[in-house]
């Protein structure tokens, strides 16, 4: 079955400017993970949806940072004012019920310039 | 401050032999660890876990030892293939069953040669 798909997988913007990464996580996975990797880091965790609960932000390292989940299913991470720094892979995860393993996709590398 | 420690950055291992991977972690609350194993351009994917109530997991060629009193647990691959080459991160959480994050160490990445 089809796996967790981010869109785009590469992404090259401008410092300052405004950064939209796209997750569609596996249909019927309740749980979606936001995750950066920084060039030889580990994962990061960013945000965590859980159904209709209120998102775990504790993660986003900034208020330009911001991520969304509309109807349960697709998420959009946000990055406004894009800096240097914010280069990473940023990985998006979805697991089935809470407590299973995750699921990831392939990630989107953002380069800001 | 590093909770999940992966102090090797890489391991080069001979086709056949064994590959031990080691992770450290400090957070003693911390009572399920995952191995993920990810290959170039795309995203980690879930090879092994434990609970804090055990201490050894097998699954096939992989074999997960976990030490709590010395906050260690170290994954072994039995006998290793050049497929195996990979980076591995070791990850763990508290209180699995509430869907808490998982903290991920900085990566080991092995080398199988053929």
């Known amino acids: 079955g089809a796996g967790v798909s981010q869109s785009p997988s590469n992404k090259v913007t401008e410092k300052g400017k405004d950064v939209e990464l796209r997750c569609d996580p596996i249909?019927?996975?309740?749980?979606l993970y936001w995750y950066r990797q920084s060039l030889g880091q580990g994962l990061e965790f960013l945000i965590y949806?859980?159904?209709?609960?209120?998102?775990?932000k504790s993660g986003l390292p900034s208020d330009r940072f911001s991520a969304e989940r509309t109807g349960g299913s697709v998420s959009t991470l946000t990055i406004q004012r894009t800096q240097q720094e914010d280069s990473a892979v940023y990985l998006c995860?979805?697991?089935?019920?809470?407590?299973?393993?995750?699921?990831f996709g392939n990630g989107t590398r953002l380069t800001v310039t | 401050d590093q909770q999940v420690k992966q102090n090797s950055p890489s391991l080069s291992v001979q086709e056949g032999r064994i590959s031990i991977l080691n992770c450290d972690y400090t957070?003693?609350?911390?009572?399920?660890f995952l191995w993920y194993k990810k290959y170039p351009a795309e995203g980690p994917t879930f090879l092994i876990s434990?609970?804090?109530?055990?201490d050894k997991n097998e699954d096939g060629r992989f074999t997960v030892f976990l030490n709590k009193s010395a906050k260690h647990l170290s994954l072994h691959i039995v006998p290793s293939q050049p497929g195996d080459s990979a980076v591995y991160f070791c990850?763990?959480?508290?209180?699995?069953?509430?869907?808490?994050?998982?903290?991920f160490g900085a990566g080991t990445i092995l080398r199988v040669k053929s």
């Open positions: 990850a763990a959480t508290e209180k699995m069953e509430y869907g808490n994050k998982l903290v």
């Open positions: 434990i609970s804090s109530i055990k």
């Open positions: 957070n003693s609350m911390f009572d399920y």
């Open positions: 249909s019927g996975h309740t749980a």
């Open positions: 995860a979805s697991s089935l019920v809470t407590g299973s393993p995750l699921h």
């Open positions: 949806f859980q159904g209709n609960s209120a998102p775990d």
